[in-house]
């Protein structure tokens, strides 16, 4: 199955506000973060299978310092200090990938920045739902 685009602007938000300000975006807008650590996005993702999955995180940085974020996965750490690097101006837009464990069925992906300067302006999560899945085989 094809990967599928979860719009930031749709997820839960703590400590952060949903913009359009800055070009380039998909769907209706991006999340600009609370320049404070703690700040975070939760994407809810529905996965196929439980297992291995990638994860695009698609984001600006106008910034010259990096926007390290903390990945949860159902509240369990997964990945620590996900570096989002300067993309050169906050209309350009770069994407950073990882991978983490899911569960089958809905799973909460939470993105905390754990600076002061907070998260990255987030656009999008697209995440390989249907995941390390083997293909079906005879009975
Ligand atoms: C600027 C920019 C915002 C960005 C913010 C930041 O204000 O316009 O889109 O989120 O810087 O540093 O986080």
């Known amino acids: 199955a ?3 685009t979860y719009q930031s602007e749709s997820a839960t938000i ?4 949903v913009e359009s300000n800055h070009t380039g975006f998909t769907g209706s807008g991006f999340v600009n973060f609370d320049n404070v650590t703690g700040s975070y996005v939760e994407y809810t993702v529905n996965a196929a299978a439980a297992g291995r999955h990638s994860l695009v995180f698609r984001y ?5 310092a990096s ?10 750490p997964a990945v620590s200090g996900l570096s989002f690097p300067a993309t050169g101006a906050w209309t350009s837009w770069q994407t950073v990938s990882t991978n983490v464990n899911l569960v089958a ?6 993105t905390t920045a ?3 300067n907070g998260g990255p302006n987030a656009d999008s999560l697209t995440v390989d ?3 390390t899945e083997p293909p079906p085989g005879p009975a």
């Open 129 to 131: 739902v249907a995941g």
């Open 114 to 116: 754990t600076s002061a």
């Open 2 to 4: 094809a990967p599928v």
């Open 67 to 76: 926007r390290p974020v903390d990945v949860t996965v159902n509240g369990t």
């Open 14 to 17: 703590s400590r952060g506000v």
């Open 60 to 64: 600006a940085n106008g910034t010259t």
């Open 105 to 110: 069925g809905t799973n909460r992906i939470r």
